[in-house]
């Protein structure tokens, strides 16, 4: 276990580096938003939570999961170039002329289950997911990851209470609660709290964790679901930027590309923070 | 595109954020509503000065443009500002009722349109932005060209009742109005004239449309030019013209070949033509556009002085 926990850490450290290299080339990408979700998309892809094959990623039995907040599209070409769904190398061609690796999530990528990019969709296409699975008596799961400040959408409201009403236990919703938006912080523009009672009213299990423990993402994700008839909410409570201290919980870093000298002082720190602990 | 290096060129969100905030500063009813977006509209200075009259509501469009209409129907001006993509096509029944059927003084204010989202792949393009509002009964749709029009539109739709949807570009565009210009909402801008081939354009090719007829005329064709800025209600008067003293017609936009610019005009030459005028309708050809800056995918699809010369010197050939 320790050994699996100590591997995990470096993969998220990887992911973060390569990430962070992803965007500086491209001159384009989601810096906050990537680094806040890395952990999660670690633990799902590297700590054996979703079921999916790189030899086989359109396997009828796969878990479907569902990138709802796409601009953070670098880190998840990322996560699945370094889990072997493509070569590593093809991410120098993120959002390059007539790269498959376009701005937001593109199904030309193996892998990904659906086009998002606008806000508010992945919620609802991960509840069809779900509930054809449920029909189907399949034990695949639909797993989607939102933003927080995505979740002022109202489409997410609108599905949430669907899938409650067709007690989707297969439905997994984690959402990377890092408090900050475009903008500004979620609570100062349109507030989400109390954002656990709120899914819980719509019907859903919920569970509050630090999203960027391996430890905890672990324990709930691989005990699903966490109530039996009901679609499963996981908060994660995260930092944007995490990893990266003059990156971390800034609303400028929301898409503020990394000068030259940023990114070697953000991979430095990254590797040292992977080595001390 | 082969343009002067030393012609300037202009972001016409700067235009629209600076008119706007003139406007507020005369009309107290001036309201402005973002979804998280007011940066990318160029409105964080607008946002400084009139702390209590610009309000970002997050990310929610649908209820942003429905509070729009609340907002007109309880006596304000509301502007309602944000990437085009997404106020249109999010939003698409609450402009239908709320705003075009209830027939409320909403103004929509799109930017980052067409392709300029480039990289950020078609999730991001507002291509077909101008086909859905051009078919709801009783919206306005204006394309300026440049800072200049750009200015005046937000002027002249302040001073129209009704909804009307203004779509700014990022894309950098050079002047290609005169100070002295009037904007008319419903009228075409000749910009050059000539007898054998009409170029009709909105938004970002209009100046492509201008170097195309530069280009043309060294080859001894002559060009009329139009400024199709409003694409509803079209410029009927000045399509008949074309047909009527012209050979050929070429229109050019940054959206699809389906319902926009192009489809507009072919409307028009079908129903009211007095003799036979080809029409050849430059855009997005029905499909998704792929990965690119949007420089390049303007290169891509061919909506460049050159892929205009090579489009009329087709129909032209036909004579
Ligand atoms: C429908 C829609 N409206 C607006 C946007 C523009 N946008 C992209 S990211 C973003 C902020 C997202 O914040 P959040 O969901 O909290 O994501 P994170 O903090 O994880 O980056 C906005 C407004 C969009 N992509 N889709
Ligand atoms: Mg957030």
Avoid at chain 1, 119 to 145: Q, S
Wanted: hydrophobic share 45%.
């Amino acid at each position: 276990m320790a050994q699996d926990l100590l591997k995990l850490k470096r993969q998220a450290t990887d992911i973060r580096k390569r990430n962070l290299r992803l965007i500086f080339e491209a001159h384009h990408g989601h810096t906050g938003g990537d680094l806040s979700a890395a952990d999660i998309l670690t633990v799902l892809y590297f700590g054996g939570v979703l079921q999916v094959d790189p030899d086989h990623p359109k396997a009828p039995d796969r878990d479907r999961f569902f990138m709802s907040k796409g601009h953070c599209s670098g880190l998840l070409y990322t996560t699945l170039a370094l889990a072997g769904f493509f070569p590593e190398a093809e991410l120098s061609t993120y959002m390059q002329p007539l790269s498959r690796l376009s701005g937001h999530p593109s199904t030309h990528v193996p892998c990904v289950e659906a086009n998002t990019g606008a806000l508010g969709h992945g919620l609802p296409i991960a509840t069809g997911a779900a509930l054809a699975a449920k029909l189907d008596g399949t034990p695949w799961r639909a797993f989607v990851l939102t933003g927080d400040g995505e979740l002022q959408e109202g489409s997410n409201w609108e599905a949430a209470m669907i899938a409650a009403q067709q007690e989707l236990e297969n439905l997994i919703c984690i959402v990377d609660r890092n408090r900050l938006q475009m903008m500004g912080r979620t609570e100062r523009i349109s507030a989400l709290e109390p954002l656990a009672e709120k899914w819980r009213a719509f019907g859903w299990a919920v569970c509050e964790v630090d999203g960027h423990d391996h430890v905890e993402l672990l324990e709930h994700l691989t005990h699903l679901p966490v109530a039996k008839g009901k679609p499963t909410c996981i908060i994660a409570n995260t930092c944007k930027g995490r990893g990266v201290s003059f990156i971390e919980d800034r609303a400028a870093c929301h898409h503020r590309v990394p000068t030259e000298a940023e990114l070697n002082a953000a991979l430095e720190e990254l590797d040292a923070a992977c080595t001390i602990r | 595109m082969s343009q002067d290096e030393t012609i300037e060129l202009h972001d016409c969100r700067n235009a629209f954020a600076s008119a706007l905030e003139a406007l507020a500063e005369r009309d107290p009813r001036v309201m402005v509503l973002c979804n998280d977006s007011v940066s990318s509209t160029k409105l964080t200075h607008f946002a400084e000065r009139y702390p209590d009259r610009l309000l970002n509501i997050g990310i929610a469009e649908q209820a942003m443009l429905g509070m729009g209409a609340g907002l007109a129907i309880g006596g304000k001006l509301p502007f309602i500002a944000g990437a085009a993509c997404f106020l249109t096509a999010r939003a698409l029944e609450q402009i239908k009722n709320d705003l075009a059927y209830t027939h409320t003084n909403v103004k929509i204010c799109g930017v980052s349109t067409g392709l300029a989202y480039g990289p950020l792949g078609a999730t991001h393009h507002a291509i077909e932005d101008i086909a859905w509002l051009r078919a709801i009964a009783g919206m306005t749709i204006i394309v300026p060209a440049d800072p200049v029009e750009s200015a005046q539109a937000v002027e002249a739709a302040a001073e129209t009742e009704g909804p009307i949807y203004l779509r700014f570009s990022r894309m950098g565009v050079p002047i290609v109005h005169s100070p002295d210009y009037q904007f008319r909402i419903g009228r075409a801008a000749r910009l050059r004239d000539g007898s054998d081939v009409t170029l009709i354009a909105c938004g970002t090719l209009v100046p492509r449309i201008l170097e195309a007829a530069e280009r043309l005329a060294r080859q001894g064709i002559t060009a009329r030019v139009l400024n199709m800025a409003t694409i509803r209600p079209i410029d009927r008067d000045a399509i008949v013209k074309a047909v009527a003293e012209t050979d050929a017609i070429v229109t050019a936009e940054e959206h699809t070949i389906y319902g926009g610019l192009g489809s507009a005009v072919a409307e028009v030459v079908a129903t009211a033509g007095t003799r036979f005028c080809p029409v050849g309708t430059l855009g997005i050809p029905g499909v998704f556009a792929p990965t690119g800056s949007a420089e390049f995918l303007m290169d891509y699809f061919g909506l460049t002085p050159k892929g205009i010369v090579n489009a009329a010197m087709d129909l032209l050939a036909r004579r």
